[in-house]
């Protein structure tokens, strides 16, 4: 070889060594510690988490029972006075966000990693898609028009367009077909560990599921009187449904540190882990006072000053003497409580008292209202003599009462004070405006108008996506099931 | 003792010279032709021997010269040089006169390039070591502020050691504003505090503050694109570059010292009533920390019980407030040893900042030590390394904001005015239990000093960067130089809740460590040759950059201890560790082509090439090209003899392209671990492992882009310098306009797509402006001169462009409502909750309660001001200087939750006076749509409770615009004549200086309207939470040379 060559061939070589290093230096751009693919459970157990954690703390569990007037909030003696209907932009925002981002989405992508395994793990599919079905529940029952069909698919519709109220309750109920039809009880493969709900028992996933479309109907059926056939179906079959305590859908917390529940977490950060804020409400302690109903000690603590419980108006001024939120309501592993066994018989209770897609009967229906009210007191640990004692002696006879219904969604409000998303549903569906149950009044420091029946939309939608509604619906706006 | 060796030996010298031939002594003074005035350290020698001696500060000279000497050399920078025949004269007086081809500056431009000021096709502002080293601030950027056209500092909070904010000619991105820092070539990184909402909210500072300003020789700050093309991406924002300084060759050792002691208090405090005690609706209550309670002269007749349980009568304590505030002092020291021979020089520095804070137990201790040393190892051949080591420690750093009750000026400022902060320090823990003293009956607020002694946010910094320089000339038109350089720099944070804190009654700790590491390598043949053709000199600049930044971090929150005070993992119940990383490379191949013909007329062509690791394969690799030209007329008209009044004539002009990438890791789809769930009012909570939910990960909150490809920007800029009357009058205009296009954001999509943002190329931000710097020197006489500088700066931006379908997009969140926001046709704004209004602009008020009715996402103001400006007036008698520096902001507008607090807790002295209910104007209005004037009463503390609250957010806004005395120095040189020989001093000047000393004009009640929450590092401003009260500080300077 010349000499002459050699160079060329060395000059060549470091030019190709240079070229391909430099390649490689370039090539770095993985992040290490994060995954490219991962197991469903994990995502679920995140998606959960975040959905619970929004629905306890300020941005929903807060502002909905001040705005549905569920619990008081003390005046400046307490949480502080306010325009209880001037809800944060960023309550809103957040909650949109664990809906579809935080919770649906990771939903979302923990049933794609499900159905899209070599051997696909139906069951996993089938357990994330009924929590999803809950969520969207939520959102379309606290904001009305949502998206639902276009949601969750940013590459084919960057602006999803939304769905009229009733089609996305008649999704949610798709959903939990789309699940039942998926479970395969007899298969190892399913979310176990992570399952706080049910440890993998894919029989009581199946309860939930058309607990939850039984739930939804129930939401539907005034609007739309053709439900009550598929109602009926469902309570030919009461035992397809969560049928005890044992089936409750409850998410777990614990005393221990970083574990306890949210409510209790914002007591621990604020206020020594006690409720200074937060005040019974007349339009709950009212109805449970002239019964002695024994939920009353574990709902409600007295005021410092005090030694008879005492409720306060939503905005009236507190001081010592008005009972508190009761500390074993916020007490560290308190559970949250998503689906109960007291809130499906009382649904029971109400189908039947109605007659919806079954022949009205107060008989069975007064079953399921003493099987509710009982369910929820022991749920809450009330005194058992007491509870027998109040069964025994104050339950309301529906065959006797002159407004059977209106007994039961009393019961119901009452029940639900500590789930508010829950009970400002309830208290819409309970009567057309003006015959709900409680019958509201405006709040002091609220704008003159009509009562509050909405979240407005998130201005990260507003801005974000061109195709929400027009015009936009304002608080005081009713959304389809709403009569 | 070197001093004292030295001077025995040059005692000796002369001796020996005296034994040996007969010597004449020779005295003068050396003046400058041009003012008369004497010029210090001129370098006079005797022709054609060793023998030379410089001018002292009166610019007069001695030295003894053979009997046979003929003729004196002497010289000095900037001067033509002049060699004088002695004769038999005993007295030589010299009068120099100015260079004219020196006339202009020489610049340190982009990469290290060496310019003259006059060939340059751009704006630059070059800040001497003088502007530095004379009230000198801890932070160097503050010294900065008000000096240069287009350039916008913000000391962001009081926090000692706090971080500023620099912005160059206007926000560019969506993404904020990113300034380069070069020190002597290598690139250092300006970290910030994260800012924001989040809760713990600190200002750990930003990381140019680690600087020393007495080792920096200049800093010339780039504005434009074309200035800093070579830069490329990482320069879009503009540039600042520092040159430290070195050793003088052929001079013995020198020795500097400077030193000052100063004195700080607190600029703004609030304005408070003083007649009202703590309570509800005028009931006293220990519950709350307010003033919503009685008259305090309505109950002198009775007695109530405080926090410490005792029985008192109530009494206002009008200082408490400021009471708790204590001086500040700050020692800042700075000896340097500098030196060299013909082949070597050497400097050394050492430089203390000692500061004690205005909040009691807040300290800051910084030290630098730096080294800078050539070495010419043959004509060919030589190199110089320049290196810091810097360590900083601060403790008591508070925190601010909200959401957090350590949070300590809420506290503070929110102290009922019936607490005496005497009885307060004295009491903020029981004697016997040890356990805190709450200021209220509920526990929930913490007193300030249980804060301050116990719940301390501490930092230390320990950083190393510098360059090694290498340059190599084999031939005289060529030199090959590479500079490897480095910036690393451990920080390590801690934070501590003392059990027993209301809030976190178990007690916790935060530990954050933050390893940082950029390397730098830089290799450059520059080619030079004059008179290429006749009358035109060519420069051609090829060169090559590696460049690497890596960060990672890990963060371990422990919570629930078990023994007090013990802030170790094992003694927590949980603790809950993050970890974070990123690492990116760009190289860089790029040139620079400089033509000049006859030193009047320039032009420079620059190209650059990058390769980014963080862009998709396709898309990595952009170029982008600048042109700038520079023509000195002057120079052509000076040759007609006319215009003499024209001193100096330059018009430039420059045009820029600048591409630039974006963060790693934004490519792929992953899924991250988390250890947090969102909770309203706390943020990120700690939540895993939460039961069975042992792990958790998450997908994106931002949909990656495989498809991103480089961010352009389009610059151009023309401006021209004119000097008139001999240099008495200096003018220097430039116009810029800046469009960055195809911007590298993350943007808001609707989140019902199941992401929050989405990683895209979208939007275009213009900028445009002038700025305008004017020199003025009224008088120059003998004894005195006066010379004064303006600055003036005018940016307009505009959002132009945004994605399809989108008109605005979220910048920053503030609590309650306010956003910063960029929208379509408009400046980034702040915008949030309004106050509803009839068309003739009345408030429209609540028929029920007599409040006013708001409404929710409105545009409130510009976040940026109209224009800023800095007038700095000099003065010089003699030996005395003093001089003073204004600053001027007008425009944008200033939220100040600070003002919301105080007002809503009925302690702000515009909620004192008569509380009785009353109707406030407005009207209301009916179903139809008709006003009519209000008639319904409001309750007083409801007033301002309900109106002035957070969420409300025009009740808080206020206008931004200010006028601020920056700075003031005097000094005084004392008379060489006073130092013998034998003491070694050189010179002495003595000095008086402030810093931030008035807040002239201000329409921003109870705070400083500079503080801002969100901090250094976001795009947010114009917002201040609960920040630390900025200061202003007095004190006294020594400097000494030996």
Redesign the interface.
């Known amino acids: 070889m010349k000499f002459r060559n050699k160079i060329i061939y060395s000059l060549a070589l470091t030019l190709a060594i240079g070229v391909s290093s430099c390649k490689k230096t370039l090539d770095i751009n993985t992040n290490p510690y994060t995954a490219t693919k991962v197991e469903p459970k994990l995502l679920f157990g995140y998606a959960l988490t975040a959905w619970d954690a929004a629905k306890n703390g300020g941005d929903v569990q807060i502002p909905v029972m001040l705005m549905d007037q569920s619990v008081a909030s003390g005046g400046n003696y307490g949480w502080g006075a306010g325009n209880v209907y001037d809800i944060s932009p960023y309550s809103t925002g957040n909650t949109w966000n664990t809906y579809y981002t935080n919770g649906g989405n990771n939903l979302k992508l923990a049933i794609k990693a499900a159905e899209s395994a070599t051997t696909p793990n139906k069951n996993a599919a089938a357990q994330c898609k009924i929590v999803l079905a809950q969520l969207l529940y939520e959102t379309t029952t606290l904001f009305g028009d949502i998206p639902f069909s276009e949601a969750y698919q940013p590459d084919k519709f960057p602006s999803p367009h939304y769905d009229n109220q009733k089609d996305v309750l008649e999704g949610v109920i798709s959903l939990c077909n789309e699940a039942i039809s998926q479970i395969d009880v007899t298969s190892p493969l399913k979310i176990t560990d992570y399952d706080v709900f049910y440890k993998g028992d894919m029989s009581k996933w199946t309860k939930l599921a058309n607990s939850i479309k039984f739930k939804t109907l129930m939401v539907m059926v005034d609007k739309d009187p053709t439900k009550a056939a598929a109602i009926g179906t469902l309570l030919a079959n009461p035992s397809s449904m969560i049928s005890s305590a044992a089936d409750n859908e409850l998410f777990p917390y614990y005393t221990a540190t970083n574990q306890e529940n949210p409510k209790y977490r914002l007591f621990k950060q604020y206020t020594n882990g006690e409720n200074q804020w937060f005040f019974a409400n007349k339009n709950v302690f009212d109805f449970m006072q002239p019964k002695n109903d024994p939920r009353i000690p574990k709902f409600f603590d007295k005021g410092p000053k005090a030694t008879t419980y005492k409720a306060v108006d939503t905005e009236e001024e507190a001081d010592g003497t008005a009972s508190l939120i009761s500390a074993y309501l916020n007490r560290k592993n308190a559970p949250s409580v998503i689906f109960s066994y007291q809130e499906i018989s009382l649904l029971e209770a109400e189908a039947y008292a109605r007659g919806l897609g079954v022949p009205k009967n107060l008989v069975t229906a007064q079953q399921y209202f003493a099987q509710g009210v009982k369910a929820s007191m022991d749920f809450y640990e009330s005194d058992a003599t007491a509870v027998q004692a109040y069964m025994s002696t104050q339950l309301t006879n529906l065959s006797t009462a002159t407004d059977p219904v209106k007994e039961i969604h009393i019961q119901q409000w009452v029940d639900l004070m500590d789930r508010p998303l829950e009970s400002f549903v309830q208290w819409r569906r309970s009567g057309p405006s003006g015959n709900e149950v409680p019958a509201l009044t405006l709040p002091v420091g609220a704008p003159a108008g009509p009562l509050i029946r909405r979240y407005p939309l998130p201005n990260s939608e507003i801005t974000a996506n061109p195709n929400i509604p027009n015009p936009q619906p304002v608080f005081t706006d009713k959304m389809w099931f709403d009569l | 003792m070197k001093q004292k060796l030295l001077s025995i030996f040059l005692v000796c010298l002369m001796l020996a010279s005296v034994a040996i031939a007969q010597d004449k002594r020779i005295t003068g003074k050396v003046t400058a032709k041009e003012d008369g005035l004497p010029l210090p350290g001129v370098s006079v020698k005797v022709t054609g021997t060793k023998l030379g001696t410089q001018t002292d500060a009166n610019g007069n000279f001695a030295i003894n010269v053979p009997t046979d000497a003929k003729n004196l050399e002497v010289s000095y920078v900037g001067f033509n040089p002049q060699t004088i025949a002695i004769g038999a004269r005993s007295v030589v007086n010299v009068i120099l006169e100015t260079d004219s081809k020196q006339l202009s500056e020489v610049v340190v431009t982009a990469v290290g390039i060496t310019r003259d000021q006059k060939s340059l096709g751009y704006g630059a502002s070059v800040i001497k070591s003088d502007e530095l080293t004379t009230a000198r601030d801890a932070n160097v950027l503050n010294a900065i502020a008000g000096k240069a056209a287009g350039v916008r500092i913000n000391s962001q909070s009081g926090t000692l050691g706090g971080s500023t904010k620099i912005v160059i000619r206007g926000v560019n991105s969506l993404n904020g504003s990113n300034v380069l820092f070069i020190v002597d070539g290598t690139p250092l990184d300006n970290g910030n505090a994260a800012g924001g909402t989040i809760s713990n909210n600190v200002d750990y500072g930003n990381r140019i503050g680690d600087l020393s300003s007495d080792d920096i020789e200049s800093m010339t700050i780039l504005k434009g694109a074309a200035a800093t093309a070579l830069y490329g991406s990482r320069a879009k924002d503009g540039a600042v570059i520092i040159t430290t300084k070195k050793g003088k060759k052929n001079s013995p050792t020198s020795i500097s010292v400077n030193s000052s002691v100063r004195f700080d208090n607190a600029l703004v405090l609030p304005d408070f009533q003083n007649q009202y005690a703590q309570g509800?609706?005028g009931a006293y209550n220990l519950?709350?920390t307010n003033g919503?309670g009685p008259k305090i002269a309505d109950v002198q007749n009775q007695k109530f019980t405080d926090f410490n349980g005792d029985q008192v009568t109530l009494q206002a304590y009008p200082n408490n407030v400021k009471d708790f505030f204590k001086t500040g002092s700050s020692y800042t020291n700075n000896i340097a040893f500098s030196g060299g021979d013909e082949k070597s020089d050497y400097r050394f520095s050492f430089s203390s900042v000692n500061e004690n804070g205005i909040i009691p137990k807040s300290t800051l201790d910084r030290y630098n030590l730096s080294l800078n040393a050539g070495r010419k190892f043959n004509d060919k051949l030589s190199s110089r390394f320049s290196g810091t080591y810097s360590r900083i420690k601060a403790d008591g750093r508070p925190a601010q904001s909200s959401n957090n009750?350590n949070v300590l000026s809420a506290t503070i400022f929110g102290l009922p005015r019936v607490v005496d902060i005497n009885k307060l320090k004295a009491n903020y823990q029981d004697p016997v239990t040890g356990n805190q003293t709450f200021l209220s009956t509920?526990?929930?607020g913490n007193n300030p000093f249980w804060i301050i002694n116990y719940n301390q946010n501490n930092n230390t910094v320990d950083r190393f960067y510098g360059t090694y320089t290498l340059e190599y000339k084999p031939y005289d038109f060529l030199t090959l130089t590479n500079n490897l350089g480095g910036d690393i720099y451990d920080e390590k944070r801690a934070s501590f809740t003392r059990k027993g804190t209301?809030?976190?009654?178990?007690g916790k700790f935060n530990n954050t460590d933050i390893f940082y590491r950029q390397i730098n390598d830089d290799f450059l043949a520059t080619f030079s040759k004059d008179n290429i053709v006749k009358d035109i000199n060519l420069k051609l600049i090829l060169g090559g950059n590696y460049n690497e930044r890596q960060i990672q971090s890990s963060d371990v929150a422990a919570?629930?201890l078990t023994i007090d005070q013990l802030y170790t993992y094992t003694n927590?119940?949980?603790t809950?560790p993050s970890?974070?990383?990123?690492?990116?490379?760009l190289?860089g191949a790029y040139g620079n082509l400089s033509l000049s013909y006859k030193n009047y007329l320039f032009l420079d062509v620059t190209g650059r090439n990058d390769?980014?690791?963080?862009l998709p394969v396709d898309s990595?690799s952009y170029f982008y090209p600048s042109v700038s030209s520079s023509f000195v007329f002057s120079d052509l008209l000076s040759k007609t003899g006319k215009y003499k009044w024209l001193s100096f004539g330059k018009l430039r002009a420059s045009y820029a392209q600048v591409g630039s990438d974006t963060g790693?890791?934004g490519?792929?789809?992953?899924?991250?671990?988390?250890s947090t769930?969102?909770?309203?009012?706390?943020g990120s909570?700690?939540?895993?492992?939460?039961?069975?939910?042992t792990?958790?990960?998450?997908?994106p909150?931002t949909?990656p882009n495989a498809n991103l490809v480089p961010q352009k920007q389009n610059s151009y800029e023309v401006g021209t310098e004119l000097k008139f009357l001999n240099n008495r009058i200096g003018l220097d205009f430039n116009y810029y306009n800046t469009a960055t296009k195809n911007q590298l954001i993350s943007?808001?999509?609707?989140?019902?797509?199941?992401?929050?943002l989405?990683s895209l190329n979208a939007g275009t931000i213009s900028n445009e402006g002038i700025e305008v710097a004017l020199n003025l020197v009224p008088v120059k006489v003998k004894n005195f001169s006066w010379d004064i500088n303006v600055n003036y700066s005018k940016n307009k931006q505009k959002v132009t462009e945004l994605i399809d379908?989108?008109?605005?997009?979220?910048l920053a969140?503030g609590y309650?409502?306010l956003?910063i926001k960029a929208k379509v046709g408009e400046s980034f704004g702040l915008y949030g909750t309004k106050f509803q209004r009839a068309p003739d602009g009345q408030f429209i008020i609540?028929?029920?309660?007599g409040?006013r009715?708001?409404e929710?996402?409105k545009f409130i103001g510009n976040l940026y001001p109209d224009w800023t400006m800095g007038i700095n007036n000099s003065f010089s008698y003699k030996n005395f200087s003093l001089s003073g520096l204004v600053d001027f902001r007008q425009g944008g507008v200033f939220y100040s939750g600070t003002a919301a607090g105080l007002r809503t807790s009925g302690l702000a002295a515009e909620t004192g006076g008569n509380r009785a209910n009353f109707v406030d104007p407005g009207v209301i209005k009916d179903k139809s749509g008709n006003f009519t004037p209000n008639t319904k009463e409001v309750n007083f503390q409801?007033f301002w409770?309900?109106n002035y609250?957070t969420?409300n957010t025009e009740a808080n806004i206020f206008d931004a615009s200010y006028v601020k005395l920056r700075e003031i120095r005097f000094s005084y040189t004392l008379p060489s004549s006073l130092f013998s020989a034998k003491t070694g001093i050189r010179s002495a000047t003595i000095g008086v200086e402030g810093r931030n000393l008035w807040l002239i004009k201000s329409k921003v009640p109870h705070v400083d309207p500079e503080l801002n929450f969100f901090g250094a590092g976001s795009t947010g401003e114009g917002v201040e939470f609960n920040s630390v009260p900025s200061t202003r500080s007095f004190g006294l300077n020594l400097r000494l040379s030996f």
């Open positions: 509800n609706f519950k709350y919503w009750s509920d526990k929930t209301a809030g976190f009654a178990n919570t629930d927590a119940s949980s809950t970890i974070g990383f990123s690492k990116q490379r190289l390769w980014s690791s963080t990595r790693p890791y490519l792929d789809f992953q899924y991250f671990p988390v769930v969102f909770l309203q009012y706390i909570l700690n939540a895993f492992p939460l039961g069975a939910i792990t958790a990960f998450r997908g909150g949909l943007i808001s999509v609707a989140p019902s797509t199941g992401y929050s989405k379908g989108v008109k605005e997009y979220s969140s309650s409502g956003q609540n028929p029920n309660n409040l009715l708001v929710a996402n409801q409770q309900q609250q969420s």
